[in-house]
Nanobody
């Protein structure tokens, strides 16, 4: 059974950092692109970042570029999203998703087949 589990969310002050993890089970992450998305109530889920199966292609949404860093370790079947300089507008539930893609890095919600349940990120003083 394919499963993705996010962790690492929480409450952080503006300017602080969090590191989200996405642990995969039931399949090998090798050969799968991993995407990170976020959603706030009343808004559509939006793409934050993605990383191709070998890490050679990476995308960041303009609103996180320079602050967030995506990475992965296929041997550990885990991906990460390092989030620095967090802002109140980064408050959302963050999701990781996977799709079988060898080299590309899809950025759309509909491009992904499997999703985690999300982890809440709150930025507040």
């Amino acid at each position: 059974q394919v499963q993705l589990v996010e962790s690492g969310g929480g409450l952080v002050q503006p300017g602080g950092s969090l590191r989200l993890s996405c642990a995969a089970s039931g399949f090998s992450m090798d050969g799968y692109a991993i995407g990170w998305f976020r959603q706030t109530p009343g808004k559509e889920r939006e793409g934050v970042s993605c990383i191709s199966s070998n890490g050679g292609t990476i995308y960041y949404a303009p609103f996180v570029k320079g602050r967030f860093t995506v990475s992965r370790d296929n041997a550990q079947n885990t991906a990460w999203l390092q989030m620095n300089a967090l802002k109140p507008e980064d408050i959302a539930v963050y999701y990781c998703a996977a799709v079988e893609k060898s080299y590309s890095c899809p950025t759309g919600v509909n491009d992904y087949d499997d999703w985690g349940r999300g982890t809440q990120v709150t930025v507040s003083s």
